[in-house]
């Protein structure tokens, strides 16, 4: 499983870039990583994953969770999203393989 090297909060571009060890670079702007938010305050019970839309999130920091997981905290207060470094490279693969526009709404 890759894990990342470095995580960089770019706060003029409004993104998180994450460098992997296998030289991959997926770069995960605010609004689609907190939309993603795997808590369950957001995601509620059961389901479909469901895109989470919040009005111009700001990312106030990010720190490690154990050595598995990336945990954000927004500048709403919101810090309950552990974000799995399997989790955080499917959104970066998925979001690579989707219509961007998509995802900015
Ligand atoms: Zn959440």
Redesign the pocket.
Known sequence: MPKPLLVTPITEERLVRILWDDDRVDDYPFDYLRGW???A???GHGGERRF?RVENPQLVSIGMVGNYALNPRWSDG?E??IYTFEYLRMLGEQRESHDQDQVKG
């Open positions: 938010c795997p808590c305050v957001c995601q989470v919101h309950t999203g």
